[in-house]
């Protein structure tokens, strides 16, 4: 007999298929099987119910760390998937950035092994740009794609050099991959360890101008326009870099970009309010209140096409210490909904249109399967409760780390219940496996 | 206590009233230091721990002597290099260090909100003798009190700040401290050297040394690093004096009579300021120096548990 469990009462969010109302979802043999607002219930059946809850395709993040290899005090690929299911992602794609670094089909395949025997999320690891991520050389997109990499990143570093960025644009297109890439001129980054304006100018610590994101945007975009590739952009945090991205999309050239769910919502002055806590340090540093205010705006007009946590595991030996001294980067998963569910109450951004930047959105950025409930779609679904109100606690986290902007915080709303293939991983309150 | 502050890490967070109540408070203290016998047995029992992860002979000498001066015992902790490159932790030497159970750490460090740090992790109080380019909350109060001492009031002066005040933690306590007394503040300096957004913080900002000068009642002159010059902030030394440094002409011309110049120290002579200005009439410099002990005692003294109605009597 085979595997079904109907999802009842829920309001099926799907902006890919245009569904939006209450219906049952049927998930067989690890697939989406229907979508109805009446099905039959097969004997021995699991039944969910769902009243009052959001039923939507599973969470995909394009931009995890998951440490593994070389930092598993920080994360793990299966903490770091236990994470991804308790935020209500399905699938999470893991930056390069490990030791050693993605850029080999070893690296790859170990992560995916990992991944195979949590069995919780779907990982897909991104390949290195560089080889070694040193700036220098390409690194080998072809195995790293047949290895089962969905894109290429040197995640933590910009690619300074215009000519490699170019090579990479222009050999990516024989694989289709995505060049992700982390916008920053390391010139004008400097000593800069937040975001530069009065709040940098109070605490007397150096500045990053936006400008810094801006110009490597810039210049990347024309590099897109120059070779045809296609660029990802992440983590867009400057109100210039998201006019670019507009522009750059209305003239039709292969740009997508991503937004972290703190650079929606806090601000450098955030910064100045937590008297220096390095628990909203991360890179780019968090910006003005009008750089966030552009970077809302481009996530609702579509200009900016997904949210990504950059879930960036640390521990306290790399946190609790000055300001200057410490390292970049916030875990996200567990925290993503509720954080961006903030900006639909305030009317910022519409609920579709949130589902959307979390699943399909994501999904087209990097031709991944899934961030559907279409018939036929893998059964990834999240169930997310909009209301329920929980408090995230540093204790109770499924990452290894606690490096949150939001601990100890109260948020509104929760994911409930994840299934993976049709599987459910995740029910909120209790283990599933 | 100063007023409701625990521990002195920033004149932002300063109100008016507690600000005024060290500078009263250091009046008498500089009474102290002007006696034969320079002792009192205010803070006997007490101790004070300077913690100096950057040299500063000179900051810390002033701490020291204004410890001593209250009968406090003072230890010297100083460490070359930051915490960070020797392995241990700012948080591991100050919870250390606080296993001595001393009354007052003084705290100096090159990264801003390091004080901060440590005070959210230790019982005593705190007292930043400089973080970053954050504060230097002690040279602010004693620019303060010095301007004070020579006007008699702070309230509608102008006060001129030219330099570097990108890289100043002595700007930015001034900048905090000065409107709270009444006066206004004029920044000057190249636009290399202005930090964002720094006239949100209720200042304005010049470029022309003349500009700023002119009608000020005091100039604080604040001090080239020469590792700014390569940054690039500044082509050379030699143009930064041409265009920013106080020399006796400058000051003839365009200084107001009896307006002060102030000086952090140490002095780069024949930069931001001509040997002739530094000694000249309108230097109040070596006075900051005493007044600082002054100032020091009194900071030492309402956080060490001392009653500032007791000191005077
Ligand atoms: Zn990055």
Redesign the interface.
């Known amino acids: 007999m085979s595997d079904v469990t109907i999802i009842e009462g829920g309001r099926v969010i799907d902006p890919a298929s245009g569904t939006d109302g209450v219906r049952a979802v049927v998930l067989k043999d690890g697939l989406v099987a229907d979508v109805a607002e009446r099905v039959e219930r097969p004997s021995g059946a699991r039944v969910v119910d769902a009243r009052g809850r959001w039923v939507t395709p599973g969470f995909i993040d394009l931009h995890v760390h998951l440490r593994e290899p070389g930092q598993e005090y920080k994360e793990t690929v299966a903490s770091g998937a236990r994470a991804a299911v308790a935020g209500g992602f399905t699938a999470v794609v893991c930056m390069p950035n490990t030791k050693p670094v993605n850029d080999t089909l070893a690296v790859t395949e170990l992560i995916l092994a990992r991944a195979a025997a949590a069995g919780l999320a779907r990982v897909y690891p991104c390949g290195c740009i560089s080889r070694g991520q040193a700036g220098e050389d390409l690194a080998e997109f072809g195995e790293l794609r047949a290895g089962g990499c969905v894109a290429v990143s040197d995640d933590g570093k910009p690619v300074m050099s215009p000519a490699l960025m170019r090579r990479a644009l222009e050999y990516a297109r024989a694989f289709s991959l995505p060049v992700a890439v982390h916008e920053e001129d390391l010139h004008l980054v400097g000593q800069g360890v937040m975001h530069e304006g009065a709040a940098s100018t109070r605490l007397g610590l150096k500045g990053i101008p936006g400008q810094a994101e801006e110009v490597m945007v810039l210049r990347d975009i024309a590099l897109a326009e120059l070779t045809g590739g296609r660029l990802h952009l992440q983590h867009v945090s400057a109100a210039g870099s998201v006019r670019a991205v507009r522009e750059a999309k209305r003239r039709g050239l292969q740009v997508t970009a991503e937004v972290t769910p703190h650079h929606l919502t806090l601000t450098d002055e955030d910064v100045a309010a937590s008297g220096y806590s390095t628990g909203l340090k991360m890179s780019p540093p968090l910006r003005s209140a009008e750089d966030v205010r552009a970077c809302v705006e481009g996530l609702a007009d579509g200009t900016i096409d997904c949210i990504a946590t950059d879930h960036a595991p640390h521990s306290s030996v790399e946190k609790d210490v000055e300001f200057d001294a410490a390292l970049n980067g916030v875990t996200g998963l567990e925290t993503a909904f509720p954080v961006c569910l903030a900006l639909v109450r305030r009317g910022a951004l519409g609920e579709r249109r949130l589902v959307e930047a979390l699943s399909a959105a994501p999904a087209r950025a990097f031709s991944l399967p899934g961030g559907t409930l279409a018939r036929g779609a893998p059964a990834d679904v999240a169930i997310l409760d909009p209301a329920a109100e929980w408090t995230f606690d540093a204790a109770a986290t499924h990452s290894r780390s606690s490096n949150s902007p939001w601990k100890g915080r109260r948020l509104t709303g929760r994911c409930t219940h994840t299934f993976v293939g049709g599987r459910l991983v995740h029910q909120a309150g209790g283990e599933a496996r | 206590m100063i007023g409701r502050q625990k521990h002195c890490i920033a004149l ?1 967070d300063f109100s008016r009233e507690e600000i005024l109540q060290v500078l009263d408070l250091a009046v008498s203290m500089k009474e102290v230091l002007r006696r034969p016998i320079k002792k009192v047995p205010s803070l006997r029992g007490k101790s004070v721990v300077n913690l100096f992860f950057e040299a500063s002979t000179r900051t810390r000498s002033s701490f020291e002597i204004a410890a001593k001066t209250l009968s406090a015992d003072c230890l010297n902790w100083t460490s070359a290099s ?1 915490s ?1 490159t020797k392995g241990e ?3 591991d030497t100050a919870r250390n260090l606080e296993a001595m159970r001393p009354d007052v750490l003084v705290i100096r ?6 004080p ?2 440590v005070a ?1 992790h230790v019982g005593c109080a705190v007292v930043s003798a400089g ?5 230097h909350p002690s040279q602010g109060l004693l620019d303060c009190f010095t301007v004070r001492e020579r006007l008699g009031t702070l309230e509608g002066k102008t006060l001129a700040i030219v330099g570097d005040v ?1 890289h100043s ?1 002595v700007a ?1 306590s001034d900048l905090h401290a000065f409107p709270k007394l009444g006066a206004r503040v004029r920044l000057c300096g190249p636009p290399t050297m202005m ?4 006239e ?2 209720g200042c304005t900002v010049h470029t022309d040394l003349r500009a700023a000068v002119e009608g000020a009642d005091a100039v604080i002159m604040l001090r080239i690093q020469h590792e700014r010059i390569g940054d690039p902030l500044i082509p050379n030394t030699r143009e930064y004096s041409k265009l920013w440094g106080l020399n006796a002409r400058k000051a003839a011309d365009w200084l107001k009579p009896g307006a002060l110049v102030l000086h952090p120290g140490p002095i780069n002579r024949g930069v931001e300021l001509s040997p002739e200005v530094a000694d000249g009439p309108a230097s109040v410099i070596l006075d900051q120096v005493q007044n600082g002990v002054a100032v020091r005692m009194a900071i030492l003294y309402l956080l060490a548990g001392g009653d500032a109605a007791e000191a005077k009597a």
């Open positions: 932002e930051s960070v932790t700012l948080i460090h090159s990264a801003g909100g390091a901060r740090l959210d973080d970053g380019a954050h504060e990108s933690r930015r930090p964002s957004g720094v949100k913080l």
